[in-house]
């Protein structure tokens, strides 16, 4: 039984094939990689799996059920959180707003409520505003949390994305390139800290990465796309000792 799964998922635009029949199959808890070469369709396979585009053929399944043209709203309602590539936070409001904006999708009050700041609703909310310190307090971003989002260093700002991400409760989280950037300290913690949250939350996790070092000592295992095609599947060590994917990489014929 798999949490996530693609099956024969492909994405055109136009005659680029950006995505050539990929199937990616996770199961609960795992931590899997998507790496290859710039342009290789990794970011464009986490645009389909949350409801960015819809591929042009084949399914995308969540827990078994078929989200293949599933909204973004809907995806994230479901249980799939993801970080972007380039940092979309907000960056004049502070870190806690930030988090907050994450778990008004949770609110269960009718917006009648919220308008009339009915009981309910200030239960919710402060319930949120309690949820959300936590969070922060767990990714040590608790002595920020009147910062604006913009003043932070880039190391925080990731991980602020990805407290934003885990404040919509999810099962799934795709990080796209959570370490770029970042320095190898910061690299380092940043493995260790998506360890933490796999455990502290029960999440799966997908990540697209370029550092090596991440992707060898975080993943399980690795997926490697090439130009649209999936040239490996494997555990760490299987995938560094692939001709093919060397090949890839190093641009050898
Ligand atoms: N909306 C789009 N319209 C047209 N072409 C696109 C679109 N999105 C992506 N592409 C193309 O699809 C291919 C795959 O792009 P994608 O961004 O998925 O690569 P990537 O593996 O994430 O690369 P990088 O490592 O540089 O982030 C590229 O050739 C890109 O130019
Ligand atoms: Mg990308």
Redesign the pocket.
Known sequence: MYILRTENVT?K??G?V??SDFNLEIKHNEIVGLI????????????IITGQ?TPTEGFVFFNNEDITTCSPYEITRLGIARTF?NIRLFKDMTVLDNVLVGNHLRLRSPLLSSVLRSPRYRKEERHMIQKSFNLLRDLGLDDVLYEKAYSLPYGKQRRLEIARALATDPKVILL??PAAGMNPQESIELMNFIHEIREKFDLTILL?E?TMQVVMGVCERIYV?DH?VTIAQGTPEEIQNNPKVIEAYLGVN
């Not at 290859?36 to 645009?47: D, E, L, S």
Request: hydrophobic share 40%.
């Open positions: 994405m635009f136009g680029l950006a995505v290859g070469p710039n342009g290789a369709g990794k970011t464009t396979a986490f645009n585009y590539q796209d390139e697209i370029h796309l649209g």
